[in-house]
């Protein structure tokens, strides 16, 4: 069965520009989380999506926002974008709890 | 909140020389202590879950073992191939997240 998917694997934006970074779950897996990865913070906790609800949210400011639609895919998007969202985010999707199956990740470069 | 730790940052270890990793944690209500691989550049794999204190499981070379502070990932006659960095995670009652640690790095020279 097919794994997480994350579209695009590699993206380069300008400072102040906007980006949708898009998860599909894998089949049957309503609950998706989204992570952000750093050198230097490692991976640091954005938000959690269950039936289209979101059910938890990290401590990242509100350019930081998320949805997830009734087939369960999610997007995330960042607007205004600062050199310091430069990282590798990931999405993640269970059946309903913890996560425990990750995708490759999307890795966002803002210049 | 909860914090999680792991020790050493790097090691680099022969081919066949045994170690162990640790994770240490602090959790309000442990709802499972999670053992990931992550490869350069690629998703977090996941390897196990324990659930309680005592609790043991193996999968190939490693075994992970979980006390009510800490995890243990232990390597048993590493090879190159395990070479990767591996990260410990938390997750408790109340919240749909994982906290992680900031992983250790090992390499295993052939």
């Known amino acids: 069965k097919a794994g997480v998917t994350q579209t695009p694997r590699y993206l380069i934006k300008t400072r102040g520009q906007q980006v949708t970074l898009s998860c599909s779950p894998i089949?049957?897996?309503?609950?998706v989380s989204w992570y952000q990865q750093t050198p230097g913070q490692g991976l640091q906790f954005l938000f959690e999506?269950?039936?289209?609800?979101?059910?938890n949210k990290g401590n990242f400011p509100g350019r930081f926002s998320g949805r997830q639609f009734s087939n369960s895919r999610s997007e995330m998007n960042v607007s205004t974008l600062e050199l310091g969202d430069s990282a590798l985010y990931l999405c993640?999707?269970?059946?309903?709890?913890?996560?425990?199956?990750f995708g490759q990740g999307t890795r966002l470069t803002v210049v | 909140e909860d914090q999680v730790t792991q020790s050493p940052e790097a090691l680099r270890l022969q081919e066949g020389e045994s170690s162990s990793l640790n994770c240490s944690y602090t959790?309000?209500?442990?709802?499972?202590l999670f053992w990931y691989r992550q490869d350069p550049g690629k998703g977090p794999e996941f390897l196990f879950t324990?659930?309680?204190a005592g609790e043991e499981k193996e999968k190939e070379r490693l075994k992970a073992t979980l006390t009510k502070k800490e995890s243990f990932l232990h390597i048993t006659a590493p090879k190159p191939e395990d070479s990767a960095t591996y990260l410990c995670?938390?997750?408790?009652?109340?919240?749909?997240?994982?906290?992680f640690g900031t992983g250790t790095r090992l390499t295993i020279i052939p």
């Open positions: 993640a999707s269970s059946l309903g709890s913890l996560p425990v199956n």
């Open positions: 959790v309000s209500g442990l709802r499972g």
């Open positions: 995670a938390v997750g408790d009652f109340g919240n749909e997240k994982l906290t």
């Open positions: 324990l659930y309680s």
């Open positions: 999506y269950f039936s289209e609800t979101q059910r």
């Open positions: 089949s049957g897996h309503r609950s």
